[in-house]
């Protein structure tokens, strides 16, 4: 069950990636039927796996929680589309899943802004999407 969740993360992560790269936004009609199979995918866990039911669900609210309070924080720097999709793999891997992916997404998507602004391809204020960089850390999450 957890293979066919990493498998339908990854194509949806992919698909995400490409949408939000040319028009910078995270569609909610592509969230929202992800977010109602994962709460599918928790109601099986409560009946299988109590531990790993309550483990996403608490992922679930710190990463939302955490990125809500950071897109606040830098006045909207993180779109609302970022937000939930974190508070989507939250509640789709658990904590620690999310706590690497949240560290690996920043990190890469750090190094790619500074490169940007260093090389004069984006100003200093310019904004970026961060949905390839999420996907990005969720797949170095996989392997490491």
């Known amino acids: 069950m957890y293979l066919m969740i990493i498998i339908l993360l990854s194509v949806l992560l992919i698909y995400i990636s490409y949408i939000d790269f040319k028009s910078r936004i995270i569609p909610n009609k592509i969230i929202l039927p992800a977010y109602i199979l994962s709460a599918l995918y928790n109601i099986y866990l409560l009946f299988t796996n109590k531990t790993m039911f309550y483990n996403n669900i608490i992922a679930f609210c710190i990463a939302f929680g955490f990125m809500f309070i950071i897109g606040l924080l830098s006045k909207g720097a993180l779109g609302g589309g970022d937000i939930k999709l974190y508070g989507l793999l939250g509640l789709s891997l658990g904590l620690h899943s999310v706590i690497k992916i949240i560290l690996y997404s920043t990190l890469i998507?750090?190094?790619?802004?500074?490169?940007?602004?260093?090389?004069?391809?984006?100003?200093?204020?310019?904004?970026?999407?961060?949905?390839?960089?999420?996907?990005a850390g969720f797949f170095l999450s996989l392997i490491i």
């Open 109 to 135: 998507g750090s190094i790619i802004a500074i490169f940007l602004v260093l090389f004069k391809i984006k100003k200093y204020n310019d904004s970026i999407p961060f949905g390839p960089f999420i996907a």
